[in-house]
């Protein structure tokens, strides 16, 4: 059985930095891309960051410079570290895997996880 476990998650002030997690179980991701999405309350879910097995990394034009994906193949987990938060940041955080090349479209990742609460205050 195929599980993504985000952690990490929590509230923090304006300004502040989170690192989310993402441990992958059932089987091994290391040839597929890994990604972040966001879901605000009353938006649609929106990509926000992706990284494939060669290295390539791509971000959402409203993360770029503040966040950073990273990948522990070894230990089949990604990370997001997440600099300068700001209130619009403010949305459940899900993982996402499965994709053989980058995509931005949610669709196109098969596994997902659960999602962690990422809170910033101003």
């Known amino acids: 059985q195929v599980q993504l476990v985000e952690s990490g998650g929590g509230l923090v002030q304006a300004g502040g930095s989170l690192k989310l997690s993402c441990l992958a179980s059932?089987?091994?991701?290391?040839?597929?891309?890994m990604g972040w999405f966001r879901q605000a309350p009353g938006k649609d879910r929106e990509f926000v960051a992706a990284?494939?097995?060669?290295?390539?990394?791509y971000y959402s034009d409203s993360v770029k410079g503040r966040f950073t994906i990273s990948r522990d193949y070894n230990r089949n987990t990604v990370y997001l570290q997440m600099n300068s938060l700001e209130p619009e940041d403010t949305a459940v955080y899900y993982c996402?895997?499965?994709?053989?090349?980058?995509?931005?479209?949610?669709?196109?990742?098969?596994?997902w996880g659960q999602g962690t609460q990422v809170t910033v205050s101003s």
């Open positions: 990284r494939s097995w060669r290295t390539s990394e």
């Open positions: 059932g089987r091994s991701f290391s040839t597929t891309v």
């Open positions: 996402a895997a499965g994709p053989l090349t980058t995509t931005r479209d949610a669709k196109d990742y098969n596994y």
